[in-house]
């Protein structure tokens, strides 16, 4: 997956509409402390899904929202679009929109979908929000670091079958469903004898 484009609003220091354009090649994002460098890195985890406080830097779902300033109000939203191209090319839309009090709902392709989806589109394409190609400030001293069940977590990721554990959860949970509906079947059926 090629990410092309991110646009942000209302998303942490993005209080006006932003638009940060990848091109082939390399991209650099320069400026001093604190302008919201890592913001855009936080952008891109949470429309891939992220909900962890910790990788998000906040104490609450709803800080991700610009919280206001000494000058400007708070906002009441934060939204965020990624724009990437899939491993055929085709273009690729993803929207999380965060309200304050409402929670957050996803787009995909301009369509309404659930989280779940959004993290297999993602998986599918060996990506998302914990991959090892997103890597944040302190991130290379945590990889050399990491114990082996962590390390092969980041291998399964480039391997691109991470995708492969969320399908395998969601078949035996529906797997166990059919299980127990099976019994309560035989118990109807031996009271009908
Ligand atoms: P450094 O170079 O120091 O790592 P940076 O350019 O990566 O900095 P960030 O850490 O991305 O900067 O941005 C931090 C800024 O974002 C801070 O000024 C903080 O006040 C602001 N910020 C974070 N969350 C919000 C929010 N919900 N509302 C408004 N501003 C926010």
Redesign the pocket.
């Known amino acids: 997956m090629e990410i092309r484009k991110l646009r942000l609003s209302g998303f ?2 993005f209080v006006e509409p932003a638009e940060l354009r990848i091109e082939p090649g390399l991209t650099g994002v320069v ?1 001093p ?7 855009l890195l936080e952008a891109i985890r949470w429309v891939m899904g992220e909900n962890s406080p910790k990788s998000m830097r906040s104490g609450g779902m709803e ?5 206001g300033t000494a000058t400007r109000p708070p906002r009441d939203f934060a939204e965020v679009v990624l724009h990437a191209a899939d491993s055929e090319g085709e273009e690729l839309n993803v929207t999380r929109r965060i309200e304050r009090g409402a929670g957050s709902a996803y787009r995909v392709n301009g369509r309404d979908v659930r989280a779940k989806d959004v993290a297999l589109v993602f998986a599918d394409a060996a990506t998302g929000a914990h991959s090892p190609a997103l890597v944040s ?1 302190g991130k290379i001293a945590q990889v050399i670091a990491a114990k082996p069940e962590e390390r092969r977590m980041m291998l399964e990721e480039a391997a691109g079958i991470a995708g492969l554990h969320v399908r395998r959860r969601d078949a035996e949970n529906r797997l166990k469903a059919t299980e127990r509906n099976l019994a309560r079947l035989e118990d109807l059926m031996a009271g009908l004898d």
Do not use: E, T, Y
């Open positions: 942490k220091s400026g402390n604190g302008c919201g460098k890592s913001n800080d991700v929202i610009f919280a400030q």
